[in-house]
């Protein structure tokens, strides 16, 4: 079980690092994929430590979920504020 759970600990980071930019041009992949990949895995991993009672490894995958989470709601707000806005012009 130890392995199992170092295995668990070490994928997450490395999918915690593929969700660049330049890990998703290299793979061929988008980022949003890899995102949503990385958040599946998350559930996962906390789904198999809450029944294994693994409870580092919870406290790890809760760390990384809310860092997750501060991710997406800051890239969100980054890319509302990149967006430019559109005027109304009103004809009279």
């Known amino acids: 079980m130890r ?10 980071l490395v999918m915690r690092l593929l969700r660049t930019r330049w890990a998703g041009k290299l ?3 988008s980022r ?4 949503i990949a990385h958040l599946v895995l998350l559930l996962v991993t906390a789904l198999i430590a809450g029944i294994a009672e693994e409870w580092v490894l919870l406290g790890v995958v809760g760390a990384l979920l809310i860092w997750a989470l501060v991710d997406l709601v800051r ?3 980054d890319r509302a504020q990149d967006r430019p806005r559109r005027s109304r012009r009103h004809s009279a």
């Open 32 to 35: 949003r994929v890899l995102e």
């Open 3 to 12: 392995y199992l759970v170092l295995g668990l600990i070490v994928a997450l």
């Open 27 to 29: 793979l061929g992949i």
């Open 75 to 77: 890239g969100r707000r």
